[in-house]
């Protein structure tokens, strides 16, 4: 079965240093993996996906991540965090032919001014 | 807003009664999906529908949950005889899925507390 861990449970970082919110997965065949940004009261909103090619992925905001199978990892990251980056991150894994989404259990970010 | 919206919000109910959430998900998206949230989790997945046709259930998906999406465009989710382990953020997202690997789009969600 197709599974994501996410080990911290918060990160917290000071405004305008880098970040790294982490992601390990566990997929059998071709990992297609998702990150996931989410506000309080609000929906997830999507930040950027892997699906082949090149390990650096850029999404939105800024924000990128880093694929590398002989780690099995997929950790976000920026180069300089903003206060208002804070947030719930989720990463997530594609399963099946019907595309649903094998989140993990989410790691809260604190940017710090 | 071109997005994904949900009715309602939130809803408060009792015990045993039953509630209706409703998604309208993008308009050019074919494929719909209902997750479910509860506090310090990620998203569990209960259900997809493509088109009209729903064509995968979760485990999590009891006998007191039907969903349905009858023209391919809006869906429904019921849950009937609610109980307080139902409380919980239930989310809506949609994509486009010709052909390829595409992101979902989540609605805001629809707040469910049961007393």
């Known amino acids: 079965a197709q599974s994501v861990a996410q080990p911290e449970d918060q990160v917290n970082v000071a405004e305008g240093n880098p970040l790294t919110v982490k992601c390990t997965y566990s997929v059998s065949g071709n990992p297609y993996l998702f990150w996931y940004v989410q506000y309080p009261n609000r929906g997830l909103q999507f930040l950027l996906k892997?699906?082949?090619?090149?390990?650096l992925v850029k999404g939105s905001y800024g924000f990128e991540a880093e694929f590398n199978k002989s780690q099995t990892s997929f950790h976000l990251k920026k180069p300089s965090a903003l206060v208002s980056d804070s947030a719930l991150y989720f990463c997530?894994?594609?399963?099946?032919?019907?595309?649903?989404?094998?989140f993990g259990t989410g790691t809260r970010l604190q940017v710090f001014p | 807003d071109t997005g994904v919206s949900q009715d309602p919000r939130h809803k408060i109910t009792k015990r045993g009664q039953n509630v209706t959430f409703r998604c309208d998900p993008i308009s050019e998206h074919n494929r719909l999906y209902w997750y479910r949230q509860t506090l310090g989790q990620g998203p569990e997945f209960l259900t997809y529908?493509?088109?009209?046709?729903?064509?995968?259930k979760s485990r999590l998906l009891s006998d007191r949950f039907s969903a349905e999406r009858p023209k391919g465009s809006f869906s429904t989710l019921e849950i009937q005889r609610t109980e307080q382990g139902d409380s919980a953020m239930y989310l809506c997202?949609?994509?486009f899925g010709q052909g390829g690997i595409y992101e979902q789009y989540f609605g805001p969600g629809t707040r469910l507390t049961v007393t």
């Open positions: 529908f493509q088109n009209e046709a729903q064509l995968e």
């Open positions: 997202a949609s994509s």
């Open positions: 892997y699906i082949t090619g090149d390990n």
């Open positions: 997530a894994v594609r399963d099946g032919p019907t595309d649903k989404l094998i």
